[in-house]
């Protein structure tokens, strides 16, 4: 029973103290073996991307928006850096107008590329439900 302190009247440190804390904290015992796999969830794997159909146009015209994009981003920030650390406000704002005027060519080269497909996407629709009818 507890005593005025609040204690057992067993010393603290006593060897029965720290083994219920032990059994208390050590919910599991080491494993006798280490076994790396088990230290979290599977890993996935990447799907094979080797047979990829994508026309090449398609990928013509990512690549040049995947190009316009970064060069936009690179422009606009350096410009944006010149103007805040340097200074320089004439060749930051030339450069900083320059990216925002490519993101803006991006924009509308992504509509662009973006309808062009998907009117060329509906037409081989059309022609394959043609040719399903006729035949």
């Given at each position: 029973?507890?005593?005025?302190?609040?204690?057992?009247?067993?010393?603290?440190?006593?060897?029965?103290?720290?083994?219920?804390?032990?059994?208390?904290?050590?919910?599991?015992?080491?494993?006798?073996?280490?076994?790396?796999?088990?230290?979290?969830?599977e890993i996935p794997e990447a799907p094979?991307?080797?047979?990829?159909?994508?026309?090449?146009?398609?990928?013509?015209?990512?690549?040049?928006?995947?190009?316009?994009?970064?060069?936009?981003?690179?422009?606009?920030?350096?410009?944006?850096?010149?103007?805040?650390?340097?200074?320089?406000?004439?060749?930051?704002?030339?450069?900083?107008?320059?990216?925002?005027?490519?993101?803006?060519?991006?924009?509308?080269?992504?509509?662009?590329?973006?309808?062009?497909?998907?009117?060329?996407?509906?037409?081989?629709?059309?022609?394959?439900?043609?040719?399903?009818?006729?035949?």
């Amino acid at each position: 029973m507890p005593d005025d302190e609040g204690t057992d009247g067993e010393e603290e440190g006593s060897p029965g103290d720290w083994q219920a804390v032990e059994q208390r904290y050590d919910a599991e015992p080491d494993p006798e073996e280490f076994e790396p796999g088990n230290l979290g969830p599977e890993i996935p794997e990447a799907p094979d991307l080797t047979e990829v159909e994508a026309s090449s146009e398609v990928r013509y015209r990512f690549w040049a928006l995947v190009m316009v994009f970064n060069v936009a981003l690179l422009a606009a920030s350096v410009g944006v850096m010149f103007v805040a650390f340097q200074g320089e406000w004439e060749l930051g704002g030339q450069l900083t107008l320059a990216g925002l005027a490519l993101f803006g060519f991006g924009y509308y080269r992504y509509r662009q590329t973006k309808a062009v497909l998907a009117e060329k996407g509906e037409e081989e629709q059309g022609e394959s439900e043609g040719s399903d009818r006729n035949g």
